[in-house]
């Protein structure tokens, strides 16, 4: 399992005098959802260089603090109470990212979201509405799987292809459209063009007659990407040369943002 965000940032609070313990618990956390969500202790251990005993004394108190529950099978779940927290993150999220996403309806006259990946799934945390008449709209809260859409493509497209596998596995990839990418083959050559170009495309792949252009927002606090979307016949070849640079300026702005915040917290 490669390093969490948490290990970082617990390294980084850990030379600024945090409490370990906190640093391990969230540490611990993010490993479990890097995991799918559920994790033996032998698992954590291996991953996390902690030994056994003070891995259980750790998970003990998360779960008697609902964060974490202990299956039948004696492994350990991310729990229930998480739900509330990532609820009001994930919508403080959305606040900070909407004037940056009206700045993008602005200069480029398409609907623009946010979305982060959750999990195996991506769902989208904020959108700002195009003022055509002519729109695309994706309702916030709404969870796709990643192989038929831009921005999970751009999550994806620095993620080690053995993962990439796996998460497509659990996932299958079905067909929205049949211009759906459905092998594993064919969606890591889709993430080779996206590490090419620095941008991703959702070619009528999640709906017939739709386009949507994605960048992740780079060193975001969480894995985070911004698209537009709209009519293909709006969102041309020639129109992608012109938004992109856009997109990519307003993902370096909008980091900038979520960097600072994340530091005053």
Sequence with gaps: MPPSSASTAAKTASASGGVQSLERAFDLLE???????EVGLSELSASSGLPLPTIHRLMRTLVDCGYVRQQSNRRYALGPRLIRLGESASRLLGTWAR???????????ETANMALLDGDEIVYVA????????RMFTEVGRRVLPHSTGVG??????????????????????AATEK???TPDAFLNALEDVRRTGYAIDDNEQEIGVRCLAVPIPDSPTAAAISISGPAGRVTDAATERIVPVLREVARDLSEVLASTAAQS
Excluded: C, N, W
């Design 153 to 174: 493509k751009a999550l994806l497209a620095h993620v080690p292809a053995d993962e990439v596998r796996a998460l497509l596995g659990r996932t299958g990839m079905p």
């Design 180 to 182: 759906t990418i459905t």
């Design 31 to 37: 490993r479990m959802a890097d995991a799918g969500g």
């Design 127 to 134: 959108q700002v509405p195009s003022k055509h008449s002519m």
């Design 99 to 109: 004037p940056y996403l009206a700045r993008l309806v602005e200069e480029t006259g």
